[in-house]
């Protein structure tokens, strides 16, 4: 069965500290893996995209990682701020085309002051 | 403006009443989608549609149903409103280009049913 699983559920830090979010996916044939993020009452906005060769990619504070192999990827967020508090969704595409999407059900992330 | 907008962003309606939320783009895609949302799950696909003449059913289309009127405009029905469809709905487009498949989504639109 192809889904998509996130973890933690929620998260708590501190402004100034880092995070890691998780996502591990069962799904088959693989064609991409984005990040996106959703402010609260938004919609989900692209962070960062993996293609099966990049194993990191960077955009600003957010690193996002793929292992391929093992069908895990990473959001790291470093020096985190108080705009960072969102949800942060996993989408996995599958098929030629972009035919399916499967979403994970997403990590809340929380920086307090 | 936003690229993709719909409307309304929040309705409250009673069970049985005939509902419609809209989304407009200005993106140019061929391809449309509308998501549902509830509090700790993954968006769930309802409908998509490829192009005008084309729609098909999403994970969980049973009490729902859409109308692509133009490339730019798809919209969604609730015939009779039930209050488990209360939840955030979500309209997207599909950016192709570059063969990275990006969606693009709207604001949501937030359906609570009494």
């Known amino acids: 069965k192809n889904q998509v699983e996130q973890s933690p559920q929620s998260l708590i830090i501190l402004e100034g500290k880092n995070c890691t979010l998780q996502c591990n996916y069962t799904v088959s044939p693989f064609s991409n893996l984005r990040w996106y993020k959703q402010d609260t009452g938004r919609g989900p906005v692209s962070l960062t995209i993996?293609?099966?060769?990049?194993n990191t990619k960077s955009n600003g504070r957010y690193t996002a990682t793929l292992d391929a192999d093992t069908k895990q990827s990473s959001l790291h967020i470093t020096a985190s701020q108080l705009s960072d508090s969102a949800s942060y969704i996993c989408?996995?595409?599958?098929?030629?085309?972009?035919?399916?999407?499967?979403f994970g059900s997403g990590t809340k992330l929380n920086v307090k002051p | 403006d936003a690229d993709v907008t719909q409307t309304p962003r929040n309705r409250i309606t009673k069970t049985g009443k005939r509902i419609m939320l809209e989304c407009s783009q200005t993106?140019?895609?061929?391809?449309m989608y509308w998501y549902r949302q509830d509090p700790g799950l993954g968006l769930r696909l309802i409908y998509y549609?490829?192009?005008?003449?084309?729609?098909n059913k999403g994970e969980i289309s049973d009490g729902y149903s859409v109308s692509r009127q133009a490339q730019a405009k798809f919209s969604l029905s609730l015939e009779s409103a039930i209050p488990n469809q209360t939840a955030l709905y979500f309209c997207?487009?599909?950016?192709?280009?570059?063969?990275?498949?990006?969606?693009?989504f709207g604001e949501g639109s937030r359906l609570t049913v009494l």
């Open positions: 993996m293609t099966f060769s990049e």
């Open positions: 993106k140019g895609h061929d391809r």
């Open positions: 549609s490829f192009d005008v003449k084309d729609i």
């Open positions: 997207a487009t599909l950016g192709t280009g570059e063969g990275t498949g990006e969606l693009f």
């Open positions: 989408v996995v595409s599958s098929g030629d085309n972009f035919n399916k999407f499967y």
